[in-house]
């Protein structure tokens, strides 16, 4: 049997704007596309079984679906002077100060970045983190504290599909564009994963536990339906 030709990164389909990228699931058990939901760029999931030929069929029998949803995709922001992002919920605009040292401050409405221009974004980057660690940090130590668990290790992330993710071992894995959204919303992803600390699972325990924690955690997850892919666009 001739071996089949490894796919390619990214093929492109009649009518629809752009590459459309080409992953094969091994656990997948259908074809379907999707939208990479930080980068915007559609995405064509095949079975290990399904040959590539039907699965370019299926996306161009799909291509208004995918041209329509790509249409509705909101622009991507940089990191870059004169543009907005928000803060903790609150919008800020981006400002340089080319002659000032290179830190970075918080003032009314605004973020100032000093420094050449030259690594204003990475600059930026580093105390949105720094910011975003210190936080979560303070929230994870005293959400533990009250269900008298310990955490082990704290990481800051930047992964697609979820906000956070507990180990075993006690290591909490945060998004650090939690940064970006309103502080309930921070805590309430903090107080899910510490809530994991009792609870390695989503059982009634859990969902009391949680509810200890983050009483407000309802309206945080509605937050994060409406506006979560949102905090993918920035930086």
Known sequence: MKPRQPDPASVRIEGVPGDVAVRRVPRARRMRLRLDSRAGT???VLPPR?????????AADHAAWLRSHIERIPARVPFASGVEIPFE??????????GASRGVRLVVGAILVGGPE?????????WLKGCARERIEARARIHAAALGRAVARIGLRDPRGRWGSCSR???????WRLILAPPFVLDYVVAHE??????MNHSRAFWRALARLAPD??????WLRRHGADLHRFG
């Open 42 to 44: 559609p995405v064509l």
């Open 50 to 58: 399904v040959s590539l030929a039907s699965g370019l069929a299926f």
């Open 89 to 98: 919920g609150e919008a800020r605009v981006l400002a340089a100060e080319p």
């Open 118 to 126: 030259r690594g204003f974004a990475r600059r930026l980057l580093e």
């Open 169 to 175: 071992r006690g290591d909490l894995s945060i998004s």
């Open 194 to 199: 510490v809530a994991h600390l009792a609870h």
């Open 217 to 222: 955690h309802a309206r945080a997850q509605d």
